[in-house]
């Protein structure tokens, strides 16, 4: 039973880190596309 509780755990974990990594290239690729900065700051 606690195998799976961690099995689920882990495929929560790496779910959400999947999600947050894809949104994240998304940014930086509609970015790139556009010529905006990535974190929304002026770097000059």
């Excluded at 990594?21 to 929304?40: D, K, M, Q, S, Y």
């Amino acid at each position: 039973m606690t195998l799976t509780k961690t099995r689920i755990m882990i495929l929560l974990i790496i779910a959400i880190m999947a999600f947050v990594l894809g949104r994240l290239a998304l940014r930086t690729i509609l970015n790139l596309l556009l010529g905006g900065t990535l974190f929304g700051g002026n770097f000059l």
